[in-house]
């Protein structure tokens, strides 16, 4: 009896060990790529995952240099929202994008030889956007650092000054930043300012040294095919070339008679477009509607009414419309919970394909039947006589002053007989009729000129 207890006991203790190290499972997100369409799904796929196998935290991991300001938004929104803490583990590198996505989480722990900051907006040639961009990324900075609140002294968790200087050179912090240089902390540094929790080596001590856990499961997230294809083709320069292949292949089947290679661009150019973005919820039913009915009235439009009137114009908005729209997560034309920047961000994906396809169609036409591979598109564009290209046959012309009889009346057009064959022939002057003798006297646009013999 006293044997059956026992085992009643290790088997509790078995039990409690596995619950206990069930329900301690924090999940681990990497970001080590740049900041854009692909790490937003890797992360908000992350958390989602995270959420259904009722997760105590989320650790992101991050080496990344930034990226797009679009996406690390989103991604910041998504970790101010998490309903699970969500910490930082800045592995080497938080730069640009990826220190406002640090600030977000919940405590930042960093490896000894890591930075973070200089989140000042850049083009793709890495200089400074005009002022109006820096001031929406200061505001940005600066209310996620406000975010996590004041402590029980009264001041702020994290300065939002500190913020404020990674982003713009002429914000000064005493006695860390008054260079004028854009901020970026080193580990001891964001500890020293309170933007650091911990310098850590791995995941595991952030484990043991924030949630103290001695037993927990360790999941990392691992991203899918399907993941990293989605991203690829939600990429703001990969839409843009959709929208380009869309306008280019509908102008060109327009132009041309048929049904041929245009169509099939611009269908499966429309198709990669709208696929993902209704996947990911963004498409709904009714702008790819109203995309249709865009392309119904241009057809009718080019094919039905003659020149560019009524329905050209409302086929074309429609089609903008609905491409921007699919873009922008409104729900039935609600914006309520869209932000400018998304706005920006669709209206400039799609007016930058407009542009560039009506740039390339301008130089494709530019290049049909000039020398070169375009050269072969199109049949010789230049047919000088000199070359032996004619209209018409010439030997007609050695018939001029040659005399002969009208074989039919001339009125003025008929048929004349000059030795033993019969031409096409119009009088110059007047009638002349059947019999009469003729004499030809010029010869202009294919057509034999005659006058009568007296």
Not at 3 to 26: A, C, E, P, W
Not at 366 to 388: C, F, V
Request: charged residues 15%.
């Amino acid at each position: 009896m006293k044997k059956f207890h026992k085992y009643i006991f290790f088997l509790i203790l078995f039990f409690q060990y596995f619950v206990s190290n069930s329900q301690n499972t924090v999940y681990q997100i990497d970001i080590t790529k740049e900041i854009g369409s692909t790490t937003w799904r890797y992360l908000r796929a992350g958390l989602h995952q995270a959420q259904e196998q009722n997760a105590k935290a989320v650790i992101l991991r991050l080496n990344t240099y930034g990226g797009t300001v679009v996406h690390a938004d989103s991604m910041r929104t998504a970790i101010l929202n998490a309903p699970i803490p969500v910490y930082a583990f800045v592995d080497n590198n938080a730069a640009s994008a990826g220190a406002l996505i640090a600030i977000a989480c919940d405590s930042i722990y960093m490896r000894s030889s890591a930075s973070m900051g200089a989140t000042t907006v850049v083009n793709e040639t890495g200089a400074a956007m005009p002022d109006k961009y820096q001031s929406y990324m200061r505001a940005t900075m600066r209310a996620t650092a406000e975010s996590h609140g004041k402590d029980e002294s009264g001041n702020w968790r994290r300065n939002p000054l500190i913020a404020e200087a990674m982003v713009d050179e002429r914000v000064i912090v005493p006695n860390l930043c008054d260079s004028g240089k854009v901020l970026t902390l080193t580990a001891n540094e964001a500890i020293a300012q309170k933007y650091c929790e911990g310098i850590v080596d791995n995941v595991d001590e952030i484990i043991s040294q924030k949630l103290r856990y001695e037993t927990y499961t360790l999941q990392e997230f691992k991203p899918s095919l399907f993941d990293d294809i989605a991203g690829f083709l939600t990429h703001p320069a990969f839409q843009a070339l959709m929208v380009t292949l869309i306008f280019g292949g509908i102008f060109m089947e327009l132009k041309t008679p048929g049904i041929g290679l245009p169509s099939a661009i611009a269908c499966t150019a429309a198709v990669l477009y709208f696929t993902p973005l209704y996947i990911d919820g963004l498409a709904a039913n009714w702008e790819i509607l109203l995309f249709v009915i865009g392309i119904i009235l241009l057809i009718f439009e080019f094919l039905v009414i003659p020149g560019f009137g009524i329905a050209g114009i409302s086929g074309s908005i429609l089609i903008l419309g609905a491409l921007i729209l699919a873009l922008v997560g409104n729900v039935n034309f609600d914006f309520d919970f869209v932000s400018a920047a998304d706005i920006s961000k669709g209206i400039i994906t799609v007016i930058s394909g407009v542009i560039i396809s009506v740039a390339l169609l301008f130089w494709f036409f530019q290049k049909i039947g000039s020398k070169g591979p375009l050269g072969r598109l199109a049949l010789q564009a230049d047919q000088a006589t000199e070359k032996g290209y004619i209209g018409v046959p010439s030997e007609l012309q050695e018939y001029i002053g040659k005399e002969g009889l009208a074989a039919t009346i001339l009125r003025p057009s008929g048929k004349v007989t000059i030795g033993d064959r019969q031409f096409d022939a119009v009088a110059l002057h007047g009638y002349i009729e059947k019999g009469a003798g003729i004499k030809v006297v010029k010869y202009e646009n294919a057509q034999l000129y005659v006058i009568e013999i007296k």
